[in-house]
Structures are given as structure tokens and as C-alpha cells.
């Protein structure tokens, strides 16, 4: 299955979607993430707040591809990919473990996947350098298999966005 998250009015047709798509997008009921942690110790896996991303642990578990669809700010995503990519804390566990030196949380599903981020916007050097950086440590934290990062002047420059 592959997951776009996109902060897009709608995605066009020449990206090639197929019907193992889920798709989320800025039109959905998406409440930002209140840091209460309920998904870790109240209702595991499953987000206390009854919106169209509660169970985005479970969606990232099922995915082989994330797909990536944001405006480029300052080198981070645009606040709807951001407020969607918050909510994926389900998707580990409250525990820490060390992994490559560092201090990380383990994942709570087996699943893993890749990502590709489609950034689009005018950017300078050092937004593109921060947009690497900050996919990467995603990456780290959600424990995918590899993540790219490919740059876009305008949206309309996305042609394809399927692996």
C-alpha cells in the first residue's frame, strides 16, 4: 500500500495514483496533535482525537512507499504535512533504545517503508540542506528503509510521484 499525504487542493491524475492508494489531504478532519500521549498508554497505537488520522500508526505500519507532498518551508513541510506527520507517534513505542548512538523510541509494528518527500517552492541552498536534514531524522525516528528528497520550482512541476 502506499500513503500520500499531500497539502494540495487535489493531486492530478499524470501522478499515476493506483487503488492501493490512501490518500490524505488538506480537505480532511485533521486535528493538530495535543501531546497528551494517550496513544502511547491510554488507548495504544490508536490517537485519542476522532479525526480522519487517528489511526495513522496503523496506516504507516501497512505502507511500503510514504509519499510526500509539500510546500517547502524554510526548509521544513508546510504546517497540514507537519500537523500529519506529528500524529505518526503511534507508530513507535514509548520506550527508548539505542540505535546508531543515539537515543530512539523502538517501532511498535514490524512494517517498514520508504519515503519520498516531493518539496515544492522557491528554496535557497541552505532550506534545501535543512529539508534533507529534517527527512532524514524522520527517517531515523520512523525507522524507514531510505528516504529522498526530491526539490520543485512550482507544484505543477511534480510530474510523477509513484516509487
Not at 500508526?57 to 524554510?74: E, K, M, P, R
Not at 508546510?78 to 506527520?85: A, D, E, G, M, R
Not at 528516504?147 to 512541476?157: I, L, N, P, Q
Amino acid at each position: 500500500m502506499r500513503l500520500l499525504i499531500h497539502d494540495l487542493c487535489e493531486y492530478p491524475e499524470r501522478w499515476g495514483l493506483c487503488d492501493d492508494t490512501v490518500i490524505i489531504a488538506d480537505d480532511q478532519k485533521i486535528c493538530p496533535c495535543k501531546g497528551c500521549f494517550d496513544c502511547w498508554i491510554k488507548t495504544p497505537a490508536r490517537c485519542s482525537l476522532h479525526d480522519d488520522c487517528a489511526n495513522m500508526g496503523l496506516l504507516l505500519s501497512q505502507c511500503d512507499h510514504l509519499i510526500l507532498v509539500s510546500q517547502c518551508f524554510y526548509g521544513g513541510y508546510s504546517p497540514f504535512v507537519s500537523k500529519v506527520l506529528n500524529r505518526s507517534i503511534p507508530f513507535i513505542l514509548p520506550y527508548f533504545t539505542i540505535r546508531d548512538g543515539e537515543t530512539r523510541h523502538p517501532g511498535r509494528y514490524d512494517g517498514r517503508f520508504d519515503c519520498v518527500a516531493h518539496l515544492y517552492g522557491k528554496t535557497t541552498v541552505r532550506e534545501k540542506e535543512t529539508a534533507r536534514k529534517l527527512a532524514q531524522r524522520n527517517s531515523a525516528n520512523l525507522l524507514m528503509r531510505s528516504v529522498k528528497v526530491v526539490f520543485y520550482d512550482t507544484a505543477d512541476d511534480i510530474e510523477t510521484i509513484v516509487p
